[in-house]
């Protein structure tokens, strides 16, 4: 595709609630990366994948969070019991690694809100 | 974490005037780059500057780089209505494991017409 797409747009559910969000990268780039934004905030890490494999998850804030790419390109961010703290802006973005800038492109993210 | 500061957090100019936004980082990098982002979606990648470079430019934008006193500054010439944003500095950390983008919390641009 064009660029990042990320589904659903808007998501709101109730606590306690499991939900997945979903990433489709741009075609060819190995790394991917979620980020959480909070309102006036700037985005901060969850986590990054290079290939299939979650090369950095240090930025998951407890094991309620998890994030698969079982093929290489689309990624699922999945959060199990979700709590009224976990409302925010998730933000996918992708990455060719042989480029040397390490510039990102992003999705225009999937607004969450847990009520 | 965030990654350090922008200022002002929120900067309101009338259209043609230069806008001045800061950043304040708190680790050594190799790069530093500037985001933009419309209506708390979507970031868009506007410049990178590496650590041996000292300013940028790119169209009406102009970045510079301090790593001795770990700033940067963007500036917006003649700006317009268009620039309405929030704009982020992001930096990658030294450690070439680390990939993902540590962010600063954003200036708020607000251009009048």
């Known amino acids: 595709g064009a660029g990042v797409s990320q589904t659903p747009s808007n998501k709101v559910t109730e606590k306690g609630k499991y939900v997945e969000l979903r990433c489709d990268p741009i075609s060819g780039h190995t790394a991917l990366y979620w980020y959480r934004q909070s309102l006036g905030q700037g985005p901060e890490f969850l986590i990054y994948?290079?290939?299939?494999?979650?090369?950095?998850d240090s930025g998951l804030p407890n094991d309620r969070f998890f994030a698969v790419r079982p093929e290489g390109s689309v990624s699922t961010l999945k959060i199990q019991r979700t709590e009224r703290g976990d409302s925010a802006v998730y933000l996918c973005a992708s990455s060719s690694t042989g480029s040397p800038s390490y510039e990102q492109y992003f999705g225009p993210g999937t607004r969450l809100t847990v009520t | 974490s965030q990654q350090g500061e922008e200022d002002p957090q929120a900067l309101s100019i009338q259209e043609g005037e230069n806008a001045t936004m800061n950043c304040s980082y708190k680790t050594s990098i190799n790069n530093l780059q500037w985001y933009r982002q419309n209506s708390g979606r979507g970031l868009v990648h506007l410049i990178l500057?590496?650590?041996?470079?000292r300013e940028k430019h790119s169209g009406r934008l102009r970045v510079t780089l301090d790593t001795s006193k770990k700033s940067s500054s963007l500036l917006i010439t003649a700006s317009r209505a268009a620039d309405t944003a929030s704009y982020f500095c992001a930096t990658g950390g030294m450690d070439t494991g680390r990939r993902a983008l540590t962010f600063g919390s954003g200036t708020r641009l607000q251009v009048q017409p």
């Open positions: 994948f290079q290939g299939t494999g979650a090369a950095d």
């Open positions: 500057i590496r650590s041996n470079e």
